[in-house]
C-alpha cells in the first residue's frame, strides 16, 4: 500500500519552476531531429521570427524559427507547404507549450537531392576536382568568349547586356543547352565538351538564373562536373544567386555568384581600362613634366650665361686695355723703386770705398804683428807636440819591450795577463822588442 503525499514530504512547486523542469527534461530527452508536416498558422513578426505549426493528418506541434535562423532559408514559406525541419525539442516556459525551436528548414523531399549532393561532392573532391592547384587563371583579354546556357534563359539576356556595356568588342558562341528538366545534365555537359573540340573560344562560361534546388540540379550532374573538368579552356560557372552553391561551382576554374558577375568576371571594362590608362598616363606625364621644367631651366641659364661675340671680344679687348694700364704701371713703379735702391747703394758704396795710400803704415804694421804672432804661436804649438811625444815615449809597450819585456797572446790573440787566462799544453805566441816566438805551456803556477 502507498504512502500518500503529504505537504511534508513532497515540495510544492511554482508554475516556472515546474516549466522549467519539464523543459530540461524534454531537450535532455530527445536529441536534435528532423520533422516533416505542412506549415499552418504562419506568422511572421516584426521582429523578423518566424512562428508557425506543424502538422500531419493527426496531430500538430507549435514551431518557432528565429532570424538568426530564417534569414539563411532562401525561398519563402506559406502555409501549406509540406516542409521538413532540423528542429530542438523544447518547452516555452512562458505559456508552457511544448514546440520545436528550428534551425534549418528545407522543401520535403530534398533530403534524398542533399544526400545525394554531399555523396557526389566527397566524391569528386577525392578524386581532386576541387583542388585549387588545377584551377586555371582566366586570360586577361580573351579573343572569344563561350556561353553554355538555354537560348530562352534570363541569364543569356543578362550576360549578353552586361557584355554589351563592358567589352561590345568580345566575340560571343553560344552553344545551347537546356539548364533544367529531364536529361538537362547530360545536354550541359555534351555543350561543354562541343565547345572543347571546336575549340573557338579561350574561356566558356556555363550559367543560368536563380531558382529552387530542383531548378539547379541539373548543375549538380556528375556529367556536367567531369566535362568541366576535362574542359582544354577555362570555365566560369555562373549558376544562381549568391547563396546558391552547385558542384559545378566546386569543379569549376571560377565561381561567380551570379550569371551577370560571371560577365564581369571575363570581360575587361572598357571604363575601368580607360581610368586605368588615364591614370598610367598622368604617372608618366608627372615626371615628364618635371624633367622639362629641369631642362627647362637649365636652358635659361645657359642662356644667361651665353654672350654674343662680340660682346666677349669687346670685353675681352677691355680687359687687355686695362691689364696693359696695370701693366704700364707697375713697370714704371718698378723702375722708380730700383732707381732708388741703386742709388742708395751707390752712395753705401762711395762711402765704404777703401783710400789705399793712406793705410799702407797701418798695413805695414798688421804684417809684423801678424809674424810676431805667427811665430809665438808656433814655438807653442812645438813645444806642446815635444811635450806630448815624450809622455807617449813613456808609456809606448815598445819602450817597454826594450827593457827586456815580452808581451804574451793566447791563440786567440788576446794578451795573457795572468795565469788562470791559460792551460797545459797551449801554445802561447811570444812578442820581444825585436822579433817574436811560440811557447808551450808545460807547466803553471797561481
Not at 576535362?230 to 561551382?249: K, L, Q, R, W
Not at 572598357?270 to 631642362?295: K, S, V
Amino acid at each position: 500500500m502507498s504512502t500518500p503525499i503529504t505537504p511534508a514530504s513532497s515540495p510544492v512547486l511554482t508554475v516556472s519552476a515546474l516549466n522549467s523542469l519539464a523543459r530540461s527534461a524534454v531537450e535532455n530527452a530527445l536529441p536534435l531531429v528532423w520533422v516533416a508536416g505542412e506549415i499552418s498558422n504562419l506568422t511572421r513578426a516584426a521582429s523578423g521570427h518566424w512562428y508557425f505549426s506543424l502538422k500531419d493528418d493527426r496531430a500538430q506541434v507549435r514551431c518557432a524559427m528565429f532570424r538568426g535562423r530564417n534569414q539563411f532559408v532562401d525561398w519563402l514559406p506559406a502555409n501549406g507547404d509540406q516542409v521538413e525541419v532540423r528542429a530542438v525539442p523544447t518547452v516555452y516556459e512562458a505559456r508552457g507549450e511544448f514546440q520545436l525551436q528550428v534551425e534549418l528548414m528545407r522543401r520535403a523531399g530534398l533530403g534524398a537531392l542533399f544526400e545525394a549532393f554531399e555523396r557526389l561532392k566527397q566524391k569528386l573532391s577525392q578524386e581532386g576536382l576541387f583542388e585549387a592547384a588545377r584551377k586555371r587563371a582566366l586570360p586577361a583579354f580573351p579573343r572569344r568568349l563561350g556561353i553554355v546556357t538555354s537560348t530562352e534563359a534570363a541569364a543569356l539576356r543578362d550576360v549578353l547586356t552586361t557584355l554589351r556595356r563592358r567589352a561590345p568588342w568580345l566575340p560571343v558562341v553560344l552553344y545551347p543547352s537546356p539548364v533544367q528538366g529531364e536529361g538537362a545534365g547530360k545536354k550541359i555537359a555534351a555543350a561543354i565538351q562541343a565547345a572543347g573540340e571546336r575549340g573557338e573560344c579561350d574561356v566558356l562560361i556555363v550559367c543560368r538564373g536563380g531558382g529552387s534546388i530542383e531548378d539547379l540540379w541539373a548543375f549538380n550532374d556528375e556529367a556536367v562536373a567531369r566535362a568541366i573538368a576535362a574542359s582544354p579552356m577555362p570555365v566560369i560557372s555562373g549558376v544562381g544567386h549568391e547563396t546558391d552553391f552547385t558542384i559545378a561551382d566546386f569543379v569549376a576554374d571560377l565561381r561567380a555568384p551570379t550569371p551577370t558577375a560571371a560577365a564581369e568576371q571575363v570581360s575587361a571594362s572598357r571604363e575601368e581600362w580607360m581610368q586605368r590608362l588615364t591614370a598610367l598616363q598622368h604617372r608618366m606625364a608627372r615626371p615628364l613634366h618635371r624633367q622639362l621644367a629641369n631642362r627647362a631651366q637649365q636652358v635659361d641659364m645657359v642662356a644667361r650665361r651665353l654672350v654674343h661675340p662680340a660682346q666677349r671680344l669687346q670685353a675681352q679687348r677691355d680687359k687687355l686695355m686695362h691689364l696693359g694700364k696695370r701693366l704700364g704701371l707697375a713697370h714704371a713703379q718698378s723702375f722708380a723703386r730700383n732707381r732708388w735702391q741703386f742709388d742708395a747703394l751707390a752712395r753705401r758704396l762711395a762711402a765704404a770705398r777703401p783710400q789705399p795710400r793712406g793705410m799702407q803704415p797701418e798695413l805695414k804694421q798688421l804684417k809684423s804683428s801678424l809674424s810676431r804672432a805667427l811665430h809665438q804661436q808656433l814655438q807653442n804649438r812645438r813645444a806642446e807636440v815635444e811635450r806630448m811625444a815624450s809622455h807617449l815615449a813613456h808609456l809606448n809597450p815598445e819602450a817597454v819591450l826594450a827593457r827586456g819585456y815580452s808581451m804574451v797572446r793566447n791563440a786567440q790573440g788576446e794578451v795573457v795577463r795572468s795565469s788562470a787566462q791559460i792551460e797545459l799544453d797551449e801554445t802561447l805566441n811570444l812578442r820581444f822588442h825585436h822579433g817574436s816566438a811560440k811557447a808551450r805551456v808545460t807547466k803553471k803556477e797561481e
